[in-house]
């Protein structure tokens, strides 16, 4: 995208393809006006909604409500028209083709006006990115959370770090180019104090945005265990339906199996894995690779056993066993087949991991799981260990190495300050301070047209 070309006038049809009641389509750009009188054949009150006839060619096509922002109280900063006619395709179509036959009028790119709303300062990089982000929610939770965000919640706190690094940037800066000032000279107890708030805080940010993308990509838990212990019976029973094939024969799943529930409007992502055992069977060796693969991108484990033929002492042995597959991936042990050893279905803690007796055959045990699970990542906002990393997450990463090695030379106050500014850069490039053209486009290229 050529930001240059901010200086067309675009427009562009907001609504999705298809027939429906209602259809916007959006114009912005200094033409504004001009589209205006020739569509409406005059100029409505700015920011009034007006029931007027919509005109192809001096004939009426429609009649709809037309809206007129006047720059800059507008989304993209520049006047803008909305016109909310009826849905069907040849309708918006039509008016669409007649409004860029207009000259200096074109097309919008994906993601065009909220660009402009960018460049024209209205919202900052991270209110645009929140407004893809609710756009494309899976849950009622990540929804809130991006309302917040294009609100200016997070943004507001990144702006206040900026501000504490460029406080104690510019007084480090004139201690050392104005040392016969009347100036107050910052102790290293107090540079260090500073930054260990600088660290917090931006820790806390850090912390934040894995919630986020967790709310935003759903709980990915997965199901492992040896062959035959019940993991695809769990799976079906936890989806609702039979998905998985089931048999007594061991080894029956061979692939991994994916589904998606919705806990208290959480995503949760739900795997079905081939058992990991040694063998020498072609077809499930590579089963249990895809298993393995799978395993790396859990944000849990849950390890299935056989309740008829494992005893709780041996969990320690079982657990540890696994433990070289799962390495840091948080883990629940069900017991399974409670309906076969006859053991109450509960919940316990041994040690540093839960285990929950369950007969998935029965399904009973599950309202033990589902709370847990409730427990863990929705109640508490449980840590996770495994993060799919997107771009905050690695620019906040960044800052904190950055931070870590301004406290590690807070006396030597040439590379304290170097430091301090890879801090600012990486806090200013979160919120667009400083950004370049492959970033925007990689940004808005996700948009919708028309957004």
């Keep these: 995208m050529n930001i240059n070309q901010n200086e067309d006038t675009i427009a562009a049809i907001a609504t999705t393809p298809g027939c429906s009641s209602i259809g916007i389509i959006r114009v912005s750009g200094t033409l504004t006006y001009d589209v205006t009188k020739k569509i409406l054949g005059l100029i409505p009150k700015n920011r009034k909604a007006?029931?007027?006839?919509?005109?192809?060619?001096?004939?009426?096509?429609?009649?709809?409500?037309?809206?007129?922002?006047?720059?800059?109280?507008?989304?993209?900063?520049?006047?803008?028209?909305?016109?909310?006619?009826?849905?069907?395709?040849?309708?918006?179509?039509?008016?669409?083709?007649?409004?860029?036959?207009?000259?200096?009028?074109?097309?919008a790119n994906p993601g065009e006006f909220s660009m402009r709303a960018f460049l024209n300062k209205k919202i900052d990089?991270?209110?645009?990115?929140?407004?893809?982000?609710l756009i494309n929610s899976n849950s009622l939770e990540f929804s809130k959370k991006s309302i917040n965000i294009f609100k200016g919640n997070f943004s507001y706190k990144i702006k206040k770090l900026i501000n504490d690094v460029n406080n104690l940037y510019s007084h480090i800066e004139a201690m050392i180019n104005f040392p016969d000032d009347q100036l107050e000279q910052l102790s290293n107890n107090t540079i260090i104090s500073n930054l260990d708030d600088i660290i917090n805080?931006?820790?806390k940010l850090n912390e934040q945005v894995k919630n986020n993308i967790i709310l935003r990509d759903g709980i990915k838990i997965v199901i492992i265990g040896r062959p035959n212990v019940g993991k695809s019976s769990l799976?079906?029973?936890?989806?609702?339906?039979?998905?998985?094939?089931?048999t007594s024969f061991p080894g029956t799943t061979r692939d991994v199996l994916r589904y998606c529930i919705n806990l208290d409007g959480i995503t949760i992502n739900i795997s079905?894995?081939?058992?990991?055992?040694?063998t020498n069977n072609f077809i499930e060796k590579i089963g249990i690779k895809h298993s393995l693969?799978?395993?790396?991108?859990?944000n849990h484990i849950l390890l299935v056993v056989d309740s008829t033929t494992c005893k709780i002492k041996q969990l320690n042995y079982i657990y540890n066993n696994f433990i070289k597959i799962i390495k840091n991936i948080p883990v629940t042990i069900i017991r399974n087949k409670a309906d076969l050893s006859n053991e109450n279905i509960s919940i316990?803690?041994?040690?540093?991991?839960?285990?929950?007796?369950?007969?998935?055959?029965?399904?009973?045990g599950l309202n033990l799981i589902f709370n847990h699970i409730?427990?863990?990542?929705?109640?508490?906002?449980?840590?996770?260990?495994?993060?799919?990393?997107?771009?905050?997450?690695?620019?906040?990463?960044?800052?904190?190495?950055?931070?870590?090695?301004?406290?590690?030379?807070?006396?030597?106050?040439?590379?304290?300050?170097?430091?301090?500014?890879?801090?600012?850069?990486?806090?200013?490039?979160?919120?667009?301070?400083?950004?370049?053209?492959?970033?925007?486009?990689?940004?808005?290229?996700?948009?919708?047209?028309?957004?």
Excluded at 125 to 133: F, H, T
Excluded at 293 to 298: D, L, P, R, V, Y
Excluded at 348 to 364: D, G, H, P, Q, V
Excluded at 386 to 410: G, M, T, V
């Design 201 to 203: 805080a931006t820790n």
């Design 293 to 298: 693969k799978e395993i790396k991108t859990a």
């Design 235 to 246: 799976f079906n029973a936890l989806i609702g339906y039979n998905n998985a094939i089931v």
């Design 125 to 133: 990089l991270v209110q645009a990115e929140s407004i893809i982000d």
């Design 50 to 107: 007006s029931y007027l006839p919509f005109k192809y060619k001096n004939n009426t096509i429609d009649y709809g409500i037309a809206i007129l922002f006047n720059h800059p109280k507008s989304f993209t900063g520049e006047d803008m028209l909305e016109l909310h006619c009826h849905g069907g395709p040849v309708i918006l179509n039509t008016l669409l083709k007649y409004i860029v036959s207009f000259p200096n009028i074109r097309v």
């Design 374 to 451: 409730k427990d863990l990542y929705i109640k508490n906002n449980y840590k996770f260990n495994s993060i799919n990393k997107h771009r905050h997450f690695n620019i906040l990463n960044n800052a904190i190495l950055h931070l870590k090695r301004s406290k590690e030379n807070y006396s030597y106050y040439d590379i304290l300050l170097e430091e301090l500014k890879y801090v600012k850069y990486y806090l200013d490039s979160i919120i667009g301070n400083v950004y370049n053209n492959e970033l925007l486009d990689e940004i808005f290229s996700k948009f919708c047209i028309g957004k």
């Design 272 to 278: 079905d894995t081939a058992g990991i055992h040694n």
């Design 348 to 364: 316990n803690k041994l040690e540093k991991y839960y285990i929950i007796t369950i007969s998935a055959k029965l399904k009973k």
